[in-house]
């Protein structure tokens, strides 16, 4: 007789039933939300990507209490201030002013005419406040005001500067009688774009009952980049406050004397420092003169948040609201806008890897002096503190000579370990060092710069042509790129 199979069957129902049990649990278990320390997580873990950044802001600011005012031309207002309307929140309007040199309206908005309040005997005599009296003719004639722009460029922004030397104590009067105290005063140019989350986190971090002139650009003798065209500045409540409700006539008592600065800018300075002892702080690099394009892309500014830019044309401005826009609606990143970003969007999809002929990357522009790496013939000009802050170039090694033909220069640029990208002018150009005159220009950091026609100059009453070619070193400055990882960088 065979043995019977029962026992074996009434041992795997139990098994069975185990087998169940646990394959429940499983599913159950894997259901769980998994939580995680972040600091049991890699960098780059995908749960740590979209993770808000803690910031310490120990003064709180809300967008309520910063008012910006726009400096603006009644010959440019209407083609500029329409698309920095258009990229600004409509919850920013409110706190929105436009100041200018003739009242006009745009829409619903009205820009103000910050000079109608001068005195009588200026507006009608004053050489600097001509163009301000053609406005005035053209506008009761229904004339195009646009058309009283100077064609030759050099002309027209002299002709501003002798303006805009009224316009800046009398801007300040105006924002304080439109918007009094509020905690913060931003002044921009036309060509400013604003980075507003950061700028909020930025004046967070100060005390505006306190008397604050934060400035750009730099003085010529500081340590920073002289961004040329760089005018953003801003002003505390404590400031504003002390100026205007301490000192009555403040501003018509400096009328008088204004004729006597160069520019608008210098005005303020001195009105600043004698008014109120305010000499004020630097915000290089957040707040600078330079866009995308002009950047001096480097370890100086990598991880530094994008605070304001100038120079900015509306379509680069449309360009940088749309990289915010994608950040933070579509990527959900909370991140401050890096000048790293800048690159990301802006540089690194160019080619660049091929010498551009009418090219200028700005290896010689003033605004590059302390990134342009000196050569070995260049003699010991500098003294000083001027001296010492080229002292780091000379540790780092000078370069060989390039000025026989732009692929001298560039292989002086490749023979040098820092050099990331060159320029070659067909003219002796100044590098604003001890380089002197050259044609050959090198530096460490990394510029877009532009296109450039070729130019007719005169060299010593002879006439020449100028013309340059640019190239850049993509592959070290990507390497360097690839091994920066910013605090709180969410990518």
């Known amino acids: 007789m065979l043995p019977t199979s029962r026992p074996s069957r009434i041992l795997l129902a139990p098994r069975l039933l185990i087998l169940v049990a646990l394959v429940w649990a499983f599913v159950w278990v894997s259901g769980f939300p ?10 780059g873990h995908p749960l740590l990507q979209n993770k808000p950044v803690a ?21 440019d207002a209407l083609s500029k201030i329409p698309p920095m309307l258009l990229l600004t929140h409509q919850s920013n309007h409110e706190q929105l002013l436009i100041l200018g040199d003739m009242q006009m309206h745009i829409g619903t908005f009205q820009v103000h005419d910050v000079l109608d309040r001068t005195d009588a005997d200026l507006l009608a005599h004053s050489p600097d406040l001509e163009r301000y009296r053609k406005q005035v003719q053209y506008a009761s004639h229904h004339r195009d005001i646009p058309s009283l722009t100077e064609k030759n460029l050099q002309k027209e922004k002299e002709v501003r500067e002798s303006m805009d030397k009224y316009k800046y104590l009398r801007m300040l009067e105006r924002a304080w009688d439109f918007l009094p105290e509020r905690l913060w005063y931003v002044f921009v140019d036309t060509d400013t774009f604003l980075v507003r989350s950061n700028l909020l986190n930025w004046l967070g971090q100060h005390d505006s009952g306190e008397e604050h002139f934060f400035r750009n ?34 501003v018509s008592a400096w009328e008088e004397r204004i004729s006597k600065f160069s520019s608008g ?15 004020g702080n630097h ?12 950047v001096p892309y480097g370890p100086d500014v990598w991880c530094e948040p994008v605070i304001a830019l100038e120079g900015v044309s509306a379509g680069l401005q449309s360009d940088i ?15 401050p806008l890096t000048f790293m970003d800048l ?77 990331v990208q060159w320029s070659y002018s067909s003219t002796l150009e100044p590098n604003h060092n001890e380089n002197g005159k050259t044609k050959c220009h090198l530096s460490r950091s990394f510029r877009l710069g532009g296109w450039l026609d070729p130019q007719e100059i005169k060299v010593n009453g002879e006439n ?23 605090k709180g960088q969410q990518n």
Not at 34 to 43: G, W
Not at 268 to 273: C, D, E
Not at 464 to 486: I, L, T, V
Request: charged share 30%; net charge negative.
């Open 55 to 75: 910031t310490v802001v120990p003064h709180p600011v809300e967008a309520e209490q910063v008012v910006v005012a726009i400096k603006t031309t009644a010959t």
């Open 343 to 419: 690159w990301q969007r802006f540089i690194q999809p160019e080619g660049m890897t091929n010498a551009r002929d009418d090219w200028d990357n700005l290896c010689s522009s003033p605004d590059n002096a302390r990134w342009n790496i000196l050569f070995e013939e260049a003699e010991q000009k500098l003294h000083g503190a001027e001296h010492m802050r080229h002292m780091d170039r000379d540790e780092e090694g000078r370069a060989k000579s390039g000025e026989k033909s732009w692929e001298a220069c560039r292989k002086s640029c490749n023979g040098h370990e820092h050099c």
């Open 283 to 294: 915000t290089w690099p957040g707040i600078s003169g330079f866009n995308p394009h002009t």
């Open 464 to 486: 020449m042509q100028r013309k340059w070619a640019s190239g850049w070193r993509r592959d070290r400055f990507e390497e360097f790129a690839k091994h920066q990882r910013c």
């Open 34 to 43: 998994r939580t995680y320390d972040d600091e049991e997580l890699p960098p």
């Open 217 to 250: 650009p730099p003085d010529l003798d500081s340590n920073a980049p002289f961004a040329l065209g760089g005018s953003t500045f801003v002003l505390s409540v404590g400031a504003m406050r002390l100026l205007f409700t301490e000192r009555e006539g403040v």
């Open 321 to 335: 609201w749309r990289l915010q826009r994608d950040r933070e609606e579509y990527q959900h990143r909370m991140d």
């Open 265 to 279: 800018y210098d005005v303020l300075k001195s009105a600043l420092s004698s008014e109120l002892n305010l000499e």
